[in-house]
Nanobody
């Protein structure tokens, strides 16, 4: 049974930083792509970032590129999302996701496994 457990969300002022963590269990870490999605209040879920094990590439949504960095720790079966220069519009529940494919996808509906989510609130 695939399980994803996120942590690290919280309250932060604009310009601040947070680092999210996600621990994967139930499958071999590194076999399938992993990513982050988010859902802001009153909005649809959207793609944030993902990594593809096959070619080692990582992709980011335009809205977070150059501010967010996704990384992995294979020994801990953990992926991270370092979020810098946070803006109020980054406020959302962030979800760690994985899929049954080596390659990432920018389409929310192509990620079948989700964690419970962690709240990130950027306030003035």
């Amino acid at each position: 049974q695939v399980q994803l457990v996120e942590s690290g969300g919280g309250l932060v002022q604009p310009g601040g930083s947070l680092k999210l963590s996600c621990v994967l269990s139930g499958r071999t870490f590194g076999d399938y792509a992993m990513g982050w999605l988010r859902q802001a209040p009153g909005k649809e879920r959207e793609f944030v970032a993902a990594t593809s094990w096959r070619d080692g590439g990582t992709v980011y949504a335009d809205s977070v590129r150059d501010r967010f960095t996704m990384s992995t720790d294979n020994a801990k079966s953990t992926v991270y999302l370092q979020m810098n220069s946070l803006k109020p519009e980054d406020t959302a529940v962030y979800y760690c996701v994985t899929r049954n494919n080596y390659f990432y996808s920018g389409r929310v509906e192509e990620w079948p496994y989700w964690g419970q989510g962690t709240q990130v609130t950027v306030y003035s």
